[in-house]
């Protein structure tokens, strides 16, 4: 059983930067790859990118891709989104979630958290 719990989200501007953590509770942590995942308003939830057990590999979406950055601390149990060159586009709410394998789509995640919300003003 893996609890995850995300913070850091809030208002920023366009072009600012926010960095999400999420905190897993459980010995277990390092076996999993951990995915970030967003859900604007009206939308379906959207696969922002994954990293996998050891940290070495990543994946973005392209919509991501050059502006986020996935990384993850197994000593401290945390994985961290940051997100660079902001944009209104941007805003909905982050979740991280936990998979056994390294994949893309959000029914192979077997744990999520709460969610924390991310805005993104013009």
């Known amino acids: 059983q893996v609890q995850l719990v995300e913070s850091g989200g809030g208002l920023v501007q366009a072009g600012g930067s926010l960095r999400l953590s999420c905190a897993a509770s459980?010995?277990?942590?390092?076996?999993?790859?951990m995915g970030w995942f967003r859900q604007a308003p009206g939308k379906e939830r959207e696969f922002v990118g994954a990293?996998?057990?050891?940290?070495?590999?990543?994946y973005y979406s392209d919509s991501v891709k050059g502006r986020f950055t996935i990384s993850r601390d197994n000593a401290k149990n945390t994985v961290y989104l940051q997100m660079n060159s902001l944009k209104p586009d941007d805003t909905a709410v982050y979740y991280c979630?936990?998979?056994?394998?390294?994949?893309?789509?959000?029914?192979?995640?077997?744990?999520w958290g709460q969610g924390t919300q991310v805005s993104v003003s013009s």
């Open positions: 459980g010995r277990t942590f390092s076996r999993y790859a």
């Open positions: 979630a936990a998979a056994q394998l390294f994949r893309r789509t959000p029914d192979a995640y077997d744990y």
């Open positions: 990293i996998g057990w050891s940290g070495g590999l990543t």
